[in-house]
């Protein structure tokens, strides 16, 4: 398979991962792409979950419109959380963003994420339209 990175206008954090990648299909491309609350300094937000939720679905989003889509081009979304007591928080910011039909969604409770005070991460799969975006050649 073949993919390429994309350049979603969010920073480099210095770490093994890239914010979206995407493999090429015949018509559409797949786009896998993880995201927390990175303000667009790059520093992380550790604040309020619910503040937390928003701009990480909103770097999604930034990141979906980088690869020529949107949020209604996702297909699944794997949610993890540092505290299950904030699904409720989340849930709500979540519908915010996406309306039905809902992508498919899982959510799990991790013990921590990487940064301390970081309360959520996710990862989403997208079908995008093959069309001409904003590659990061490296």
């Known amino acids: ?6 350049d979603v206008g969010l920073p480099a954090l210095g770490q093994p991962f890239s914010w979206a990648i995407k493999a090429d299909l015949t018509r559409s491309h797949l786009l896998f ?3 927390g609350p990175v303000r667009p300094d790059g520093t992380l937000h550790t604040g309020e979950v619910t503040e937390q939720a928003r701009l990480t679905f909103a770097n999604l989003r930034q990141a979906l419109a980088a690869a020529g889509g949107s949020l209604a081009d996702v ?14 928080a989340i849930d709500a910011v979540y519908r915010e963003f996406f ?12 013990a921590a994420l ?5 309360k959520l991460e996710i990862v989403a799969y ?7 975006d ?3 050649p490296n």
């Not at 398979?1 to 994309?6: A, G, S």
């Not at 297909?75 to 409720?88: H, P, S």
């Not at 990487?114 to 970081?118: C, E, R």
Request: hydrophobic residues 45%; neutral net charge.
């Open 114 to 118: 990487v940064v301390p005070g970081m």
């Open 1 to 6: 398979m073949r993919h390429t990175r994309l």
């Open 134 to 136: 904003r590659i990061d």
């Open 99 to 110: 309306t039905e039909p809902y992508p498919n969604r899982s959510s799990a409770g991790v």
């Open 126 to 132: 997208a079908v995008v339209p093959a069309h001409t």
């Open 33 to 35: 792409t993880a995201h």
């Open 75 to 88: 297909a699944q979304v794997l949610i993890y959380m540092t505290d299950v007591a904030d699904m409720a």
